[in-house]
């Protein structure tokens, strides 16, 4: 661990410090709006379930704190037939 992000390998993961910190397929996919959402819920939820037990089937921190930033843009935006992402409003 170094400051508050955890090393995994070479790389330094979480909580996220800014967008350009996401992963490429995040980066590189969304609209910076998107990509504002998927950062801020992430982090939130990487704080909400530090502990394990507040984690369902054994989860990783890390699995839960994507799949509801995922969840989060998902409820905003929408995929479109050609791959890009484009705002539900």
Request: no cysteine.
């Amino acid at each position: 661990m170094i400051g508050n992000k955890i090393k995994k390998g070479r790389e330094l993961i979480m909580p996220y410090d800014s967008v350009s910190d996401l992963p490429a397929s995040v980066r590189d996919n969304l609209p910076k709006h998107a990509r504002e959402v998927y950062l801020a819920a992430f982090n939130n939820a990487w704080e909400e379930y530090k502990n394990a037990e507040d984690r369902k089937g054994g989860a990783s921190r890390e699995e839960v704190a994507h799949k509801i930033a995922w969840s989060a843009v998902k409820n905003k935006y929408e995929k479109t037939t050609d791959g890009t992402w484009k705002s539900k409003e």
